[in-house]
């Protein structure tokens, strides 16, 4: 009995022993806890599914098990593929074997830059909480759906995150109508590219009046795409009920259901009367007043009052005198005197003054003041008409020009002033000055001028360039040693003349580029004072790393065709590319680093040894 004791006894001290030289050779091997997303891979059997023996932990293993991540890599798509990741071992930003609970996907979520992952969150997207996008809901794929805490699987369309309250009814293309601030207003739609335009009253009418809502699957709904628009009265009720056709826009316009437009489309001669002269031109509203001012009128006022005659709307001057037939002296056009028979049968072309244009429709008193059968002067047009010009074409013998040889009886407006006449004068028309309207260059201090206006380009067109650009470029303010009459914006100037010849992509750089500088939004010209090297226009990303004698020369490197850096050899450094070196991507050597506030690639390398590169 003794002696069994002591074996059971030597037996469990075996036991105890092994179980604390097993734990002390597993925490040699293991620096900790896999987290619960490896937990899977516990145990000294697992290691080599993520670590390769005798090295450190390989990319290809990672992506092994993380395929969606990998086909995303080598679509180069996401953040994985960004500048900020790139070149970094998976295990510099997710390292386990720290416990359990350790989050392996940490970052600071207030200064992440969403920017790096293919999708620039704007307006309303840029929100702090990630997870009210980034959730099982919005992806569609069932194996990333079913994985916890994932930023993958989201699609970039509107629609797989948002509701469509459409429907089905209007296009996927969601940004053709609404922006990334709020889905209310759609300030991107233009109702102008629809089959209604939206004019007159009908711009202020609120939406709902036409798209009407309702309830459809369980849902607010809003019609958009099915709205029938055809004839006014879709919507409007007919108050003529028929009686004038449906077209309404042949009296009606968009401005208000009021306003009547004159010369509309209606046909009046189906009314019994029809419109003549003045009466065709003349606002519904002065004849039809009871239809207008709310009275049940309905453009049928004087329905039974045929036959129609003059004084049944017009009072009659004449007392009666002349009787009621008004026709025999007026027409429609004008009250004035047109028919003569009741003067003797009097024909003014029987005159050596006939009557054209307007003095047709001149009253008689505004030429015979005194009476109607005094000879008047006629002549010159000055014999009756005020000189408009104030003597601006007096001729040198004092004499005046015919008013004619612009003028006609028409009308004073517009002139017949050809452009052949205006090439006789001291200032031929070309380019651009030949579609100017005569009002913007004669047409000074609320008057019109016609003589010594001069005819150098300032005497009209401010002089931009003063204090800005040396004279000998445009001397005696020649603009155009620049410019040329067909369009100001068509420069022709010979940069050789400067210090700065342009060569490459600057031939083809508009003039704006350089020589306009906008800040605080003012546009500042900036002729002088130019530098020539090439830090004086563009940012010296490299900062002073090629500098020789305080100047970077860019030219050592890079052409005015491109900036790629076709005249860059590397033979000619102190470290010829050879063997394996010659394919290597530059930024397997030359890193990105922080220099002076600014991220910049580091291109003079002061160690080259293999060592300092390869451990």
Same mark, same amino acid.
């Given at each position: 009995?003794?002696?069994?004791?002591?074996?059971?006894?030597?037996?469990?001290?075996?036991?105890?022993?092994?179980?604390?030289?097993?734990?002390?050779?597993?925490?040699?091997?293991?620096?900790?806890?896999?987290?619960?997303?490896?937990?899977?891979?516990?145990?000294?059997?697992?290691?080599?599914?993520?670590?390769?023996?005798?090295?450190?932990?390989?990319?290809?293993?990672?992506?092994?098990?993380?395929?969606?991540?990998?086909?995303?890599?080598?679509?180069?798509?996401?953040?994985?593929?960004?500048?900020?990741?790139?070149?970094?071992?998976?295990?510099?930003?997710?390292?386990?074997?720290?416990?359990?609970?350790?989050?392996?996907?940490?970052?600071?979520?207030?200064?992440?830059?969403?920017?790096?992952?293919?999708?620039?969150?704007?307006?309303?997207?840029?929100?702090?909480?990630?997870?009210?996008?980034?959730?099982?809901?919005?992806?569609?794929?069932?194996?990333?759906?079913?994985?916890?805490?994932?930023?993958?699987?989201?699609?970039?369309?509107?629609?797989?995150?948002?509701?469509?309250?459409?429907?089905?009814?209007?296009?996927?293309?969601?940004?053709?109508?609404?922006?990334?601030?709020?889905?209310?207003?759609?300030?991107?739609?233009?109702?102008?590219?629809?089959?209604?335009?939206?004019?007159?009253?009908?711009?202020?009418?609120?939406?709902?009046?036409?798209?009407?809502?309702?309830?459809?699957?369980?849902?607010?709904?809003?019609?958009?795409?099915?709205?029938?628009?055809?004839?006014?009265?879709?919507?409007?009720?007919?108050?003529?009920?028929?009686?004038?056709?449906?077209?309404?826009?042949?009296?009606?316009?968009?401005?208000?259901?009021?306003?009547?437009?004159?010369?509309?489309?209606?046909?009046?001669?189906?009314?019994?009367?029809?419109?003549?002269?003045?009466?065709?031109?003349?606002?519904?509203?002065?004849?039809?007043?009871?239809?207008?001012?709310?009275?049940?009128?309905?453009?049928?006022?004087?329905?039974?009052?045929?036959?129609?005659?003059?004084?049944?709307?017009?009072?009659?001057?004449?007392?009666?005198?002349?009787?009621?037939?008004?026709?025999?002296?007026?027409?429609?056009?004008?009250?004035?005197?047109?028919?003569?028979?009741?003067?003797?049968?009097?024909?003014?072309?029987?005159?050596?003054?006939?009557?054209?244009?307007?003095?047709?429709?001149?009253?008689?008193?505004?030429?015979?003041?005194?009476?109607?059968?005094?000879?008047?002067?006629?002549?010159?047009?000055?014999?009756?008409?005020?000189?408009?010009?104030?003597?601006?074409?007096?001729?040198?013998?004092?004499?005046?020009?015919?008013?004619?040889?612009?003028?006609?009886?028409?009308?004073?407006?517009?002139?017949?002033?050809?452009?052949?006449?205006?090439?006789?004068?001291?200032?031929?028309?070309?380019?651009?000055?030949?579609?100017?309207?005569?009002?913007?260059?004669?047409?000074?201090?609320?008057?019109?001028?016609?003589?010594?206006?001069?005819?150098?380009?300032?005497?009209?067109?401010?002089?931009?360039?003063?204090?800005?650009?040396?004279?000998?470029?445009?001397?005696?303010?020649?603009?155009?040693? $620049? +410019?040329?009459? =067909?369009? /100001?914006?068509?420069?022709? *100037? %010979?940069? @050789?003349? &400067?210090? !700065?010849? #342009?060569?490459?992509?600057?031939?083809?750089?508009?003039?704006?580029?350089?020589?306009?500088?906008?800040?605080?939004?003012?546009?500042?010209?900036?002729?002088?004072?130019?530098?020539?090297?090439?830090?004086?226009?563009?940012?010296?990303?490299?900062?002073?790393?090629?500098?020789?004698?305080?100047?970077?020369?860019?030219?050592? $490197? +890079?052409?005015? =065709?491109? /900036?790629?850096?076709?005249? *860059? %050899?590397? @033979?000619? &450094?102190? !470290?010829? #590319?050879?063997?394996?070196?010659?394919?290597?991507?530059?930024?397997?050597?030359?890193?990105?680093?922080?220099?002076?506030?600014?991220?910049?690639?580091?291109?003079?390398?002061?160690?080259?040894?293999?060592?300092?590169?390869?451990?």
């Amino acid at each position: 009995m003794k002696f069994r004791m002591t074996y059971h006894s030597f037996r469990a001290t075996g036991v105890i022993l092994m179980a604390f030289m097993s734990t002390l050779l597993l925490g040699q091997l293991s620096p900790g806890k896999l987290s619960k997303a490896h937990s899977k891979l516990e145990g000294l059997s697992n290691c080599t599914e993520c670590h390769t023996i005798g090295a450190k932990i390989a990319e290809d293993k990672c992506l092994s098990c993380h395929k969606e991540l990998q086909s995303r890599i080598a679509a180069r798509k996401g953040y994985h593929v960004s500048r900020e990741v790139k070149g970094k071992d998976c295990i510099s930003c997710h390292s386990d074997h720290h416990g359990l609970n350790f989050d392996m996907v940490r970052f600071d979520k207030k200064t992440f830059n969403h920017n790096f992952t293919g999708y620039e969150l704007k307006g309303g997207h840029k929100i702090i909480d990630c997870a009210k996008c980034h959730k099982p809901d919005n992806i569609a794929s069932a194996t990333l759906k079913k994985k916890p805490d994932t930023f993958l699987g989201l699609d970039t369309k509107c629609l797989s995150c948002h509701d469509d309250y459409h429907q089905k009814t209007m296009s996927n293309d969601c940004a053709s109508c609404h922006n990334f601030d709020k889905f209310k207003p759609a300030v991107n739609f233009n109702h102008g590219k629809t089959s209604f335009a939206l004019l007159g009253a009908h711009k202020n009418v609120d939406c709902v009046l036409c798209h009407k809502m309702e309830t459809r699957n369980g849902k607010d709904f809003q019609h958009f795409a099915d709205v029938t628009a055809k004839n006014c009265n879709n919507c409007h009720k007919d108050v003529h009920r028929g009686s004038f056709g449906t077209n309404c826009k042949s009296c009606h316009t968009e401005t208000s259901f009021h306003t009547i437009a004159a010369g509309s489309g209606f046909n009046h001669s189906i009314t019994g009367y029809t419109l003549e002269g003045k009466h065709a031109r003349i606002d519904c509203k002065a004849c039809h007043k009871n239809s207008f001012s709310g009275g049940n009128g309905h453009f049928k006022e004087y329905k039974g009052k045929e036959p129609f005659a003059c004084i049944t709307c017009h009072e009659d001057k004449h007392e009666g005198k002349f009787g009621t037939n008004c026709q025999d002296c007026h027409n429609q056009n004008t009250f004035r005197i047109s028919n003569t028979k009741h003067l003797t049968s009097f024909d003014h072309d029987n005159t050596n003054f006939i009557l054209k244009g307007k003095h047709e429709k001149v009253d008689c008193k505004a030429c015979h003041k005194q009476d109607l059968t005094t000879a008047l002067a006629h002549d010159k047009c000055a014999s009756c008409h005020t000189d408009y010009h104030n003597g601006d074409f007096v001729a040198k013998v004092d004499r005046f020009p015919d008013c004619a040889s612009c003028h006609t009886e028409s009308g004073f407006s517009p002139s017949t002033f050809t452009l052949e006449q205006h090439e006789k004068a001291s200032f031929a028309l070309d380019g651009a000055h030949i579609a100017t309207p005569c009002i913007s260059c004669h047409f000074k201090e609320e008057k019109w001028v016609f003589s010594k206006m001069g005819t150098a380009c300032v005497d009209c067109h401010n002089d931009i360039h003063k204090d800005y650009m040396d004279e000998k470029y445009y001397g005696n303010n020649s603009c155009a040693s $620049c +410019h040329q009459t =067909e369009s /100001w914006s068509m420069i022709n *100037f %010979d940069h @050789s003349q &400067t210090e !700065f010849a #342009l060569e490459g992509k600057h031939k083809t750089t508009k003039c704006a580029e350089c020589h306009i500088e906008r800040s605080s939004g003012l546009m500042v010209q900036k002729f002088r004072d130019l530098g020539t090297a090439c830090v004086c226009c563009h940012e010296n990303v490299h900062g002073t790393q090629f500098e020789e004698a305080g100047k970077t020369e860019c030219k050592r $490197c +890079h052409g005015f =065709e491109n /900036w790629e850096p076709s005249g *860059f %050899d590397h @033979s000619k &450094t102190n !470290f010829k #590319l050879e063997g394996g070196h010659e394919g290597l991507a530059c930024i397997k050597c030359h890193k990105e680093a922080w220099v002076e506030g600014k991220m910049k690639t580091i291109y003079k390398i002061e160690k080259y040894a293999c060592i300092d590169c390869h451990q």
